[in-house]
């Protein structure tokens, strides 16, 4: 392996600006990398750990230390994002009143349609009212 770790993906490559949250989690998503590239296999951290040479030790501490750190970051980062997910209180509502109001607009149409329909109906048996009454006065 490198020291150097690839590149995320096409667009960090081609240098195109990210948006910054983008941007903060290639971030993390680095340093982590980083602290993982020098962490060695368990079978040579566990050595090292039985080792009695205090830079071995301290230079596993480290590792782990840094591989903490920068998984830290990762886990505000995606706190974060959960949080811009969810929608605020006034969003929710007013999508919410958004909704009543086209359900209002909807039920408007519908009364008035059946308003129409009834005068319909009403000038029609007015009409057979009036040609029934006219049938009558001849007889």
Known sequence: M??????????????????????????????LEAALLPCLPARELQAIDRSPHPSHQI????????FMEAAKKLQVYFICLQREAQPTKAETLQKEIA????????????????E????????????????????????
């Not at 909704?99 to 059946?114: A, S, V």
């Open 2 to 31: 490198t020291d150097q770790p690839a590149p995320v993906d096409a667009q960090a490559a081609a240098g195109t600006p990210l948006p910054p949250p983008r941007q903060d989690m290639i971030a993390c998503v680095m340093a």
């Open 59 to 66: 230079d596993v501490e480290r590792h782990a230390r840094d």
């Open 99 to 114: 909704m009543m109001e086209e359900e209002l607009r909807l039920k408007n149409e519908l009364i008035k349609k059946q």
């Open 116 to 139: 129409r329909l009834i005068q319909g109906w009403r000038k029609e048996l007015k009409d057979q009212l009036d040609k029934h009454n006219t049938e009558l006065e001849r007889v």
